[in-house]
């Protein structure tokens, strides 16, 4: 940046990514899973003739007609799963996972994951959809506890979060607000 070259860097990047051979692979793959959204079958039949039949080389590309977070059901239309418990072998539980992808954010840092209406989560997630935000994140970040009275407050353990986004995604409200945290915090897999 000190030798004014930040205008031709961030330039470059994208044209670097849309040369490189993951463009390619992804591209290619852009249609799977609009296709499968439309059915088992009809997805894999589809998928399968743009894949195997034409190596993704297709001159369309689909495109969803809604936002991730529009598709979310009332709980009262939904019947719950009961998962069963982590077997510690196969299955672990999120926070033993949280611990292996060695996340880190500085103490003193400002929160990264704020709420637009701090009261849409209990008089609106937990009324209408039973609290998605605990079961969405992959990482524990959102847990709904009870007060001394009985009611239910959303408590965010913003250390846990592992940055995957999926809130800012889901969240039938739009209610949560990420942004990147500061200080280069967050998961750090030294192996990648």
Not at 78 to 101: A, H, Q, W
């Amino acid at each position: 940046m000190q030798a004014g070259r930040h205008n031709d860097e961030l330039a470059a990047y994208p044209e670097s990514f849309r040369t490189s051979w993951l463009h390619t692979e992804l591209y290619r793959a852009r249609n799977f899973k609009q296709w499968m959204s439309k059915g088992l079958y009809l997805g894999t039949l589809m998928v399968g003739i743009e894949q195997k039949l034409l190596g993704g080389n297709v001159p369309w590309t689909l495109h969803h007609q809604h936002w991730d977070h529009e598709m979310l059901r009332p709980a009262s239309q939904c019947k719950p799963i009961e998962y069963p418990k982590p077997d510690g072998k196969l299955t672990f539980d999120r926070l033993s996972s949280v611990f292996i992808s060695n996340t880190n954010h500085e103490e003193n840092q400002p929160a990264h994951l704020t709420l637009k209406d701090p009261s849409v989560p209990v008089n609106v997630n937990w009324q209408t959809y039973a609290g998605p935000e605990s079961r969405y994140c992959p990482a524990a970040v959102y847990e709904f506890v009870k007060n001394d009275d009985g009611s239910e407050r959303l408590v965010i353990n913003a250390q846990n979060c592992v940055h995957c986004k999926t809130c800012d995604i889901k969240d039938p409200t739009q209610n949560i607000v990420w942004v990147t945290p500061e200080g280069g915090g967050g998961p750090n897999y030294p192996n990648m």
